[in-house]
């Protein structure tokens, strides 16, 4: 039997906060629906290959908390549905599609709370109250086999990301964390410590790619915040920090991983890169075609007699035109197969023009360079004014009413100021 195969990857659905990269909503919505009406012919499998939630950059409450507990995750689950109530409408349409049509979130680096049962519950409820459709909607873990073809979203190749699966859930219980946790890979701690800051002031640099060539453009400062802060943190995580906190398995840090880690930034690679795994990968599986994501670059090319099929990412992004000296948004894409048990009859990459405007260059300088925001140098300016106000009427009640104003009350309540004669008929002082 003959079925659809449709393949999303890095939507990153967030709150609809400053740290929420998925803007499109409204176009991602139409790519699905306009593979429908293969429905009536075909049963549709809906596959969304990891990081189609970010988890990782959205707050609990405000904050970034380390050890994610299921009661965080399905927390921050629901803010994001609050978000984004349309993208789970458009799912339990795709169900409506076929009575064999089904739903299959894989894990990524940005979702690894998905591994909670309860987490997987609140999908299928916040997806349909069908308990018969509910048994459409699977999470099978970090990768999926349907006939030919392999999925995995690609963060299990980047070393940066690897987790053992095995071990993914922290079970044992402390006086400090009585519940279960997820245990991430030591990148979390550098996110939620270093780089959340910069993403939550300036939200639209991370989108800007190539990255190595965006953070020379950027100011001095802001380049000790991406590159040389970083380096500071893990070279004291290493030598320090894990030592301090032994006790807690997110802060141990392993030689081979510093090494990678200090690599990485010192050599100005900040790209995501699997290629060299994915090629002994390949070996390993038996499949015609092998579906990633994770890298956010979109291509499909064959190693050997296999294909490979990127499907690209739905998060705003923007790739920089030098001739031009402007950031163009990227295209947004998804695979589409179309295949039995043994063998493909078709597979395309499916493209979609992204609607948002290019940003040029000099704006981003401009962007990058302001210190303040304006709504911060206004609250200062205010608060400035009001510290000014009392402190000149404290000076008009102790000048018309000394004796009411002790000298121990008046420096006690006042700063000690200097004053200078004026010749004014009612105010005899004031402050130079």
């Not at 400062?221 to 290493?238: A, E, M, Q, S, W």
């Not at 090319?301 to 490979?308: A, C, D, E, L, Y």
Request: glycine residues 4%; proline residues 5%.
């Amino acid at each position: 039997m003959q079925k659809i195969t449709l393949l999303f990857s890095d939507t990153e659905l967030g709150q609809g906060n400053v740290t929420d990269d998925f803007v499109e909503e409204e176009l991602l919505l139409k790519a699905i629906r306009e593979n429908f009406h293969y429905g009536k012919t075909y049963p549709i499998d809906l596959i969304l290959n990891g990081d189609t939630f970010d988890f990782l950059k959205a707050p609990y409450k405000g904050k970034y908390p380390r050890h994610i507990t299921e009661e965080i995750s399905i927390w921050k689950l629901n803010k994001i549905y609050n978000a984004h109530p349309s993208f789970f409408k458009v799912l339990e349409e795709s169900l409506n599609t076929n009575p064999k049509s089904r739903i299959i979130f894989i894990h990524g680096n940005h979702d690894l709370d998905i591994e909670f049962k309860g987490v997987q519950k609140e999908i299928q409820e916040l997806i349909t109250r069908d308990k018969e459709k509910q048994k459409r909607i699977l999470f099978p873990g970090f990768e999926f086999t349907t006939g030919p073809i392999y999925v995995e979203h690609g963060s299990q190749m980047d070393m940066m990301y690897k987790v053992k699966p095995e071990e993914l859930m922290h079970k044992k219980q402390t006086k400090k964390h009585p519940k279960a946790f997820l245990k991430t890979s030591w990148i979390y701690n550098l996110t939620f410590d270093q780089y959340i800051t910069v993403k939550e002031k300036y939200p639209i640099i991370e989108r800007l790619n190539p990255r190595a060539r965006t953070i020379e453009l950027l100011p001095l400062r802001l380049k000790k915040n991406v590159v040389l802060d970083p380096v500071t943190y893990i070279v004291k995580g290493f030598s320090y920090t894990q030592w301090i906190y032994r006790s807690d398995p997110l802060r141990k840090f392993p030689l081979e991983e510093f090494k990678t880690y200090v690599k990485f930034l010192l050599e100005g690679e900040f790209e995501l890169k699997i290629e060299e795994n994915l090629e002994k990968k390949l070996k390993e599986k038996h499949c015609k075609v092998f579906t990633v994501g994770h890298t956010h670059r979109a291509k499909i090319f064959k190693i050997g007699q296999k294909i490979i099929l990127n499907t690209g990412s739905w998060r705003d992004e923007y790739q920089l035109d030098e001739k031009e000296r402007t950031y163009k948004p990227r295209t947004k894409t998804y695979g589409f197969i179309l295949h039995d048990q043994k063998d493909i009859e078709s597979i395309r990459l499916v493209k979609h023009k992204s609607k948002q405007k290019s940003i040029l260059v000099k704006d981003i300088i401009r962007y990058t360079r302001q210190k303040k925001g304006v709504l911060e140098r206004l609250k200062k300016k205010i608060s400035t004014l009001k510290k000014r106000e009392i402190l000149e009427e404290a000076q008009v009640k102790e000048l018309l009413f000394p004796e009411k104003n002790s000298r121990k009350v008046f420096k006690r309540k006042i700063p000690p100021v200097e004053y200078a004669k004026v010749n004014t008929p009612f105010q005899r002082y004031r402050i130079r």
